[in-house]
Nanobody, 123 residues
Framework: QVQLVESGGGLVQAGGSLRLSCAAS????????MGWFRQAPGKEREFVAA????????PYADSVKGRFTISRDNAKNMVYLQMNSLKPEDTAVYYC????????????????WGQGTQVTVSS
């Protein structure tokens, strides 16, 4: 069992930056791939970025590539999402998720989810 708690969301102007954090508790965090997803009102939850258990693989959605960076600190049981050059279309609730079986790009692939943190980007 893994518990995930996101933090770091907020209101920011377009072009600004935010750093989201995801604190994980439970056993064997370092064996899980981790992902960030987001969901805007009226839309489906969509993949943003993921990181393999070792941190060696980090796929991104095309919409955030070059602007967002995912990272992890296995010693601290933490995952981060650095978001730069934010756009109004990045506005959503952002979720952290843990995957026991490897890197995934769709929500059903993930086993554990946090409660989400709101990111609002004003124009």
């Amino acid at each position: 069992q893994v518990q995930l708690v996101e933090s770091g969301g907020g209101l920011v102007q377009a072009g600004g930056s935010l750093r989201l954090s995801c604190a994980a508790s439970g056993r064997a965090f370092s064996s899980y791939a981790m992902g960030w997803f987001r969901q805007a009102p009226g839309k489906e939850r969509e993949f943003v970025a993921a990181i393999s258990s070792s941190g060696g693989s980090t796929p991104y959605a095309d919409s955030v590539k070059g602007r967002f960076t995912i990272s992890r600190d296995n010693a601290k049981n933490m995952v981060y999402l650095q978001m730069n050059s934010l756009k109004p279309e990045d506005t959503a609730v952002y979720y952290c998720a843990a995957d026991r079986t490897g890197l995934g790009y769709v929500p059903p692939h993930y086993d554990y989810w946090g409660q989400g943190t709101q990111v609002t980007v004003s124009s």
